[in-house]
């Protein structure tokens, strides 16, 4: 943490900014987007709905039927992600991260499209089995999307940035005196946040009860973690006169490092428990998909028949 970790009590006041640490950015960053993306469905949904009350259309004709027909043709396009990972020749046409992109915002669009395609209003039954495949499959999107994000960087890589945030933090086994030292429980809380996090559930229920409850401690411990530290901060202000918004900068850097530390290691304890849940969001993806295939041609066909 260079020269802005605090090695000394009378040393307080020299964390003068956050230390930069790519895990933690990275966590932020992955959050802001994910919410950008709830938000940007939530949107989306609430546009078709108003154009659905404002505009006086059918859903087989005209304007409906168009909206219909493209969200159709986005629909069939995502499976261009998975035949790209598939086909060889294909394996140099753009990015897996554009490939990726495009899929997740055909899978929204798509879905948006249809839905302002129906109005609302399901009346036949292949329509209606229809409609439910793509709400069950655009669903199952957002959750494996949740899944893999936990994951993609792999658990090398989950305890790569937890051993970082040890030796910035001062807190790793090879360190003779840690760099929290001057908050001994902030210390506490957090080598003892990381070592329950860590250990082995005995059984299958005690595995699934830790799972949901370590996000609950971690918010905890945070908590606990940075009340301690303001304390600390405030009262080293009070004696040395320090202004609020320098206050305010050196206590966010220190709250800064006790956060990182816990998302690491709450990254690393929960990263098996994810990889086992993505493996069975694609058991179940899979044939949702199929079976959206299926009923969105037995739907077209039904349509231009009847």
Sequence with gaps: MHNTLVLKKSDLGQMSHAPSSPQGDDKRDRGNREKWVLATVIALVLGAWQIARIYDYKSGTGMGYS??????????TLFAYPLRKRVRALHNVGTTKFWFALHMMLGILGPVLVLAHTRFHLGSINATVAFSCMSLVAASGIVGR????????????????????????????????????????????????????????????ASTIKFLMLP???????????????????????????????????????????????????????????????????????????????????????????
């Design 67 to 76: 909206m219909g027909l493209v969200g159709g043709i986005m629909l069939l």
């Design 146 to 205: 949740f899944f893999y994000i936990k994951i993609h960087k792999g658990l090398y890589g989950r305890r790569a940035n937890l051993n970082e945030m040890r030796e910035l933090s001062g807190l790793a086994s090879a360190e003779a005196e840690s760099k929290l030292h001057f908050a001994p429980n902030v210390e506490k809380r957090l080598t003892g946040f990381e070592a329950a996090a860590l250990k082995k559930p005995g059984n299958p229920l």
């Design 216 to 306: 609950i401690q971690a918010r905890l411990t945070y908590f606990l973690c940075s009340r301690e530290l303001s304390h600390l901060y405030k009262k080293h202000a009070a004696q040395k006169g320090w202004e609020h918004d320098r206050l305010k900068r050196r206590r966010e850097a220190a709250c800064h490092v006790a956060s990182s530390y816990i998302n690491s290691a709450q990254d690393v304890a929960q990263f098996s428990a994810y990889e086992r849940l993505f493996s069975l969001w694609h058991v179940l993806h899979v044939p949702l998909v199929h079976m959206l295939v299926l009923s969105a041609i037995a739907h077209v066909i039904a349509v231009h028949i009847y």
